[in-house]
């Protein structure tokens, strides 16, 4: 595609994802119900007979030519390679639709393991034992798949959940993001970890990850190579978090709401906070998005505060010029797919009659998880553990782990106080 359409035909991700996410959302209440497909199966006969019937794999052919069509929307709107996304995304829903299938067995169900657990392993496997192409990789849109799920999230939250859950959770998001901001800060200078991996590394572990890591190294101009390190880490520690914090929740009894709380509030990834979320229930999975999403709604302050810092740091000054912080800073910061959240919620608890959503209801329910186990499938097949001991100098990684342990421990007490 020629540079001048590329330029022509791009949007920010984030609208990227509002715009899909409600087409999805009004062609479900107004145009098509997308069949649910049945994945639900005890033995080799109903394997066959049910999941593997001519009627249901026909369920899973609409299902896939669904979100292809949509995907394919997003990814011209974002002025990215059609052609490749067409080539890669059927591997991506295929190794989403096995892990589907694995998890609807009647002994895995017993478990409790959710099917995001087993798209990110296989990813896992397959991105660490085989050298994928890179032209493969590039059409990976984990973050696109996760927001749009995000934003189908919305459709299942009333709008008092979000006034009441949000409130403290922003509370909490307040608390946490400057006390583990600046631990993780003082923990840097400490360890003598360079001033850009400093910033990086305080606001990934202390507000939301890889859009914070992003964010910061946008604001003071961060290598590349250090922020590809520092989504390394946040990416590959979210897995055993998001895997083992739901049964340490289970084993110390808390609650759902002070689980989903503390998930929320110490996880790093949006994707993985509503992963660990669903492996403990409804109620958690809610609060955990929403406590989240009260940190992501800090992103954009966060991004002008640092902008400020780094502008005025005499130590920076050498680096050469930076872009003055403005009120425009914090606008192209903040995550405008939590309004997309926002706004379904507002839809489905206001303007729409029960009557109306009723039929969709299931319907945009299973899109929503099929999008998350995507985008896991995704995050999998990008991740290579290699890419933590690359680097030479292990101070960082040490900085982000002790970072990180402080952010759980102190999330898991305010957790409590707050929601408990």
């Not at 995907?71 to 991506?92: A, E, H, N, Y």
Request: glycine share 6%; charged share 10%; aromatic share 12%.
């Amino acid at each position: 595609m020629p540079e001048s359409s590329t330029k022509r035909l791009s949007l920010h991700e984030d609208w990227v994802v509002v715009i899909l996410g409600f087409l999805v959302i009004l062609c479900s209440l107004f145009l098509y119900i997308i069949p649910v497909p049945a994945f639900k199966w005890e033995s080799a006969a109903s394997l066959t007979d049910n999941v593997l019937s001519a009627a249901n794999l026909g369920i899973i052919g609409i299902q896939f030519v669904f979100l292809l069509v949509v995907g394919i929307i997003g990814t011209m709107l974002l002025g990215k390679s059609i052609s490749r996304f067409t080539m890669g995304f059927p591997l991506v829903f295929l190794i989403t639709i096995v892990a589907l299938i694995f998890t609807g067995n009647a002994f895995v169900k017993t478990l409790n393991l959710e099917a995001v657990i087993f798209s990110l392993a296989i990813g896992l496997a397959i991105g660490n034992l085989f050298k994928l192409p890179q032209w493969f990789k590039d059409t990976l849109s984990t973050e696109l798949f996760v927001k749009i799920g995000l934003v189908l999230l919305g459709t299942g939250v009333i709008f008092s959940d979000i006034l009441k859950a949000g409130s403290l959770g922003l509370i909490q998001a307040l608390v946490v993001v400057l006390s583990v901001w600046y631990f993780a800060f003082w923990l840097c200078k400490k360890l003598k970890v360079d001033e850009e991996l400093t910033m990086m590394i305080s606001s990934a572990v202390s507000i939301c990850g890889v859009s914070a890591a992003i964010a910061t190294s946008g604001a003071i101009k961060g290598d590349p190579k250090k922020l590809s390190y520092v989504i390394s880490m946040v990416l590959i520690t979210a897995i055993p978090m998001m895997i083992f914090m739901p049964y340490i929740a289970s084993y110390l009894s808390l609650s759902q709401q002070v689980t989903g709380a503390w998930l929320g509030g110490s996880i790093d990834t949006t994707g993985a906070v509503v992963a660990s979320g669903t492996l403990v229930g409804e109620e958690a999975l809610k609060i955990s998005t929403i406590v989240k999403f009260s940190q992501n709604v800090l992103l954009g302050m966060a991004a002008f505060a640092i902008s400020i810092y780094w502008t005025y740091n005499s130590s920076s000054q050498s680096s050469g010029t930076v872009e003055k912080p403005t009120l425009k800073v914090i606008w192209e910061r903040f995550p405008k797919f939590v309004l997309g959240f926002v706004a379904a919620s507002l839809l489905f608890s206001f303007a729409l009659s029960p009557d109306v959503i009723k039929p969709a209801k299931d319907s945009l329910k299973n899109l929503q998880n099929t999008w998350f186990t995507l985008a896991f499938t995704s995050i999998g097949l990008e991740t290579n553990f290699k890419d933590l001991f690359k680097h030479d100098n292990k101070k960082p990684l040490y900085a982000f782990l002790l970072a990180q342990l402080f952010n759980i421990l102190v999330t898991l007490l305010l957790a409590y106080l707050l929601f408990g």
